[in-house]
Every structure is written in structure tokens, then in C-alpha cells.
């Protein structure tokens, strides 16, 4: 297995300060001890991110990003996922980023939202790009290394206070995750991975009224991922990054983003390598922002399989934490984009209800601008409620019940504080798999989908990355065609 190579043996400016110790965890950890489980998992979560990227490379948006960003940046070396076209390795982090992020369908951390692959993967494909060769083994080290990274940057940030205060909390902290990837597999040592974390955080950046109907919202982790892989890579160069940058009071990371919030530093390496939030990722089932996805299951089991119309609703209420709610509740206005409606929880509830589940044909223009959907959306109230809906709940989690009144008077009641595929009720490995062939069934061949996932489920056994990356580098089709 993969051993980390550190460029040499410098240690950060404070060694035993956060910042100090994470990049020493990051320069040391090498694949063997990372728990098997947690490899096995990763490399499924790299397939995910994989299947997501190849159903949202030719989406009308993502049609629309790459002709912008191949026109400012030009040809390169560096494959576009689903295009048969190249670019520079900042530019491919972009766009790759921007597809696994195409349409709502990537992974999330329910704890401090992020969406970790569309950060990682990208970073990492570009970073393989620039060396001589890369390992299979390499990419998942990176791509552990880089979850962990990222969403124990969130949890110190206190992610969802982001989202409450308008921040787009998964690309501001996301550029950790994406440095730390392209850091392992560049070899970084300890001092230069303090720098390449410090360039991240001085990158940092994403406003979630991006959500209402700017297609700039989907390339929000893009955008971050770039910021990352040039993180590492200046600080490979010998570019220097803000020291201590997680510690500092003055400009530091946790001090400006959580002003008044009362970050916490100790949350970056408590339990470091002992526990794993990659084990805690949740895979998406439905066509939408994380949040909403409760009140999506909520809506499909109150249904039990029937599909009621919109006559036979009275009204439909539904409480959520603070997060969700300034997230994913505000009153929409017909019709709405589709980037609007895969964040409003009323036009999520109101498909779910309708149509027995989310995925992308509840996102056609038709749909978008149905009446029975706006019938539905016009009775319902969307209300704040902070305290556990289930006193049995003891995690934090998404908090949510969703009441439907029915025209006879009949009252249908459901709590939820996760999703289906949430830590306490996870995705298994084999549902993954499934996802990823659901996902990539219209868009490329079968031969080709299978090979991809051979090989991303064997990322340890590959002595050489060149046959996946031409696999994802031919064109697919478009799964809105």
C-alpha cells in the first residue's frame, strides 16, 4: 500500500497548536492506517461522486459553464469528465466539480454541510494530472484525508450557524478539504501542508442566495476545489500560507468566519484518526439539497406508494431547525428555476407528496410550472421549531416533521431527524453501487459504466490511474436530452 513521502522532514510553526496538528496527522497518515472499513467506504464514495459527475457533465448548465471556462482558460492536459475535451488542471477542477454538484444527487456531512466529493475528486484528478504517475492507492489516501479534513474544518466553523448566517458553508470550508487531497498526493510535508491549509483558508468564500436561481450555485465546491489544488500546489513550490491559520485571532480562519459564534479549534483534531467522518457522509436518494431530503422521506412514507392528487390535500405544514430554514424555505415565485426548486422544501415537499419521489423528471420545465404542484405549494406553512421533534432524538440532526391534513379532515403525521442514507440509517455499499448504475444508465455505455466502477472499488489495486481517467474523459450523453 501507499506510504506518504513527505518532501522533508519541516514541521509547522507550532507543532502542537490545531493547525499544527492536523498538518502533521495529514504529512504522516498513510493508507494502512486508515481502517479497512473506512477505505472500503471511501472507495464507494469516490464512485458515487464518479456517477454524479457523468450524469451532470452535459446538463444545459454545465453546457453553459464549460464554454465560459474553456473560453477563459483554453486547452490543456487535463481531462473534462464526460466531454472528450482538455483543460488546465485549475479549469478541470472547476468544471468536474461543478458536474458532481449538477444536480443535487452528490454526497453531503448532515453535521457541517459540505458536499466532500465534488471538493476531493476533483482536486485529486487534476493533482494526478500534473505527476509522473499516481496510484490508485495515492487517489483514495487523498481522497480519506481530504474528507477528514473538511468536515472537521466545518464542525470547528459550526457549519450550519454558516448557512443560517447566508454563508454557502461547503465552499468556504471546503478548500481545506480539497488542499489536504492534493497535498497527500503531492507528498507534502508537515510545514507545507500548514501553508497549503493557510492558502485555502485566505480562498475561502460562497453566498447561499446563490440558491434562488443562479446557476453559480453549482460551481460553488467547483470553484473551491480550484482553490485547493492551487493550495497544494503553491505550497509545494515553496509559496508560503498564513501560519497558525486556524489559531490566529486577528484574520485568522476560525475568528473571522465564526465571529461572535465561538468556533471551536479543539473540534479539527479531537479523536483524529480514531474516528472517521467518512463513515458519516451521507449519499443522496433524492434530487435535492440535504436538508430537505426529511421532509422528502417524511412525504413518501405518509403516501405509502398512493399518489394523492392535489384535491385531496387541505393543507400541508412542516417544521425544520434554523438551518433548514433559512436554507431551504422562502416563499417561491412561479415558475421557479430548477436550482430553486431542488432548494425550496414546499416545491421538494409538494413533488414528493404528488409523485412518490424526487429525481430529475420533477425538475422538467413542465413540472416546474404545473399547476397541482403550485395548488400544493400555495397551502403550505413552513414554520422554525428548534426543539427535538422526537424526544427520543439525542443527535443533532435535521429535525423535521411534516403534517398533512387531508380534505376529509384526516391528519397524517411523520418525524424525522435523518434521511435515508443519514449516519444513523446509511446507505449500504450495495445501494451505492446501485445509485451509480441508476445514475449512469442513460448517459454512457454499460461496458464503460461497469469498468469505472471495477476500478474505483479496487482503487488499492491500481498501480496506474490512466485507464479511469480515460474512461471518464469520453463524452456522455445528456441525461436532460
Known amino acids: 500500500m501507499f506510504a506518504p513521502t513527505p518532501t522533508s522532514a519541516r514541521q509547522p510553526t507550532d507543532p502542537a497548536g490545531p493547525t499544527g496538528r492536523l498538518a502533521t496527522w495529514l504529512a504522516t497518515t498513510s493508507l494502512e492506517q486508515i481502517p479497512a472499513a473506512v477505505r472500503e467506504r471511501a472507495a464507494h464514495l469516490v464512485l458515487d461522486g464518479l456517477g454524479c459527475a457523468l450524469i451532470g457533465a452535459q446538463l444545459p448548465w454545465s453546457r453553459t459553464a464549460v464554454e465560459a471556462v474553456m473560453s477563459l482558460e483554453g486547452a490543456g492536459d487535463v481531462p473534462v469528465i464526460g466531454w472528450g475535451r482538455t483543460t488546465s488542471g485549475p479549469a478541470a ?24 466529493a465534488s471538493l476531493v475528486l476533483p482536486a485529486l484528478l487534476s493533482t494526478a494530472s500534473q505527476l509522473p504517475s499516481a496510484s490508485g492507492a495515492e487517489f483514495l489516501r487523498g ?78 465546491h467547483g470553484l473551491a476545489s480550484r482553490n485547493g489544488f492551487y493550495a497544494a500546489g503553491l505550497a509545494q513550490a515553496g509559496y508560503t500560507g498564513i501560519k497558525k491559520v486556524f489559531e490566529r485571532p486577528y484574520g485568522g480562519f476560525l475568528s473571522t468566519f465564526g465571529e461572535g459564534h465561538h468556533p471551536d479549534a479543539g473540534q479539527l483534531t479531537k479523536d483524529l484518526g480514531e474516528l472517521w467522518s467518512t463513515e458519516q457522509i451521507t449519499v443522496k436518494i433524492h434530487a435535492a439539497m440535504g436538508g430537505l431530503h426529511p ?20 393543507s400541508i405544514r412542516i417544521e425544520v431547525p434554523d438551518a433548514i430554514h433559512h436554507h431551504g424555505w422562502w416563499t417561491p415565485e412561479r415558475p421557479l428555476t430548477t436550482i430553486g426548486a431542488q432548494m425550496n422544501i414546499a416545491y421538494a415537499t409538494a413533488v414528493a407528496l404528488l ?52 380534505r376529509g379532515g384526516e391528519v397524517l403525521t411523520q418525524a424525522l431527524n435523518q434521511p435515508h442514507g443519514g449516519p444513523d440509517d446509511p446507505l449500504t455499499n450495495a445501494e451505492i453501487r446501485a445509485k451509480y448504475r441508476a445514475l449512469t444508465s442513460g448517459v454512457i455505455a454499460a461496458e464503460r459504466a461497469a469498468e469505472i466502477e471495477r476500478i474505483a472499488l479496487d482503487l488499492e489495486g491500481q498501480t496506474d490511474l490512466r485507464r479511469l481517467v480515460d474512461l471518464l474523459a469520453a463524452p456522455a450523453h445528456g441525461a436532460l436530452d
Not at 297 to 308: K, V
Not at 373 to 388: A, F, H, M
Request: net charge negative.
Open 93 to 116: 477542477a472547476v468544471l468536474n466539480g461543478t458536474f458532481i454538484q449538477g444536480f443535487e444527487l452528490d454526497d453531503y456531512y448532515p453535521a457541517a454541510p459540505l458536499h466532500s
Open 143 to 220: 481522497a480519506v484525508l481530504g474528507i477528514e479534513t473538511g468536515t472537521r474544518v466545518g464542525l470547528a466553523l459550526h457549519g450550519p450557524q454558516m448557512l443560517s448566517r447566508g454563508w454557502h458553508s461547503g465552499s468556504v470550508f471546503g478548500t481545506h478539504a480539497a488542499a489536504a487531497a492534493s497535498g497527500a498526493m503531492r507528498g507534502l510535508d508537515a510545514a507545507a501542508f500548514e501553508d497549503a491549509l493557510g492558502l485555502a483558508a485566505t480562498q475561502s468564500a460562497g453566498l447561499m442566495a446563490a440558491q434562488y436561481e443562479a446557476m453559480s450555485k453549482r460551481m460553488h
Open 295 to 314: 421532509a422528502i422521506d417524511a412525504a413518501i412514507a405518509l403516501t405509502g406508494g398512493r399518489a394523492p392528487s392535489a384535491d385531496d390535500i387541505e
Open 355 to 406: 409523485d412518490g419521489h424526487v429525481r430529475p423528471e420533477q425538475f422538467t420545465p413542465a413540472r416546474l410550472d404545473a399547476d397541482d404542484v403550485w395548488q400544493l405549494i400555495g397551502r403550505t406553512e413552513v414554520e422554525q421549531v428548534d426543539e427535538p421533534q422526537d424526544p427520543t432524538w439525542t443527535r443533532r440532526g435535521y429535525n423535521t416533521r411534516l403534517t398533512v391534513t387531508l
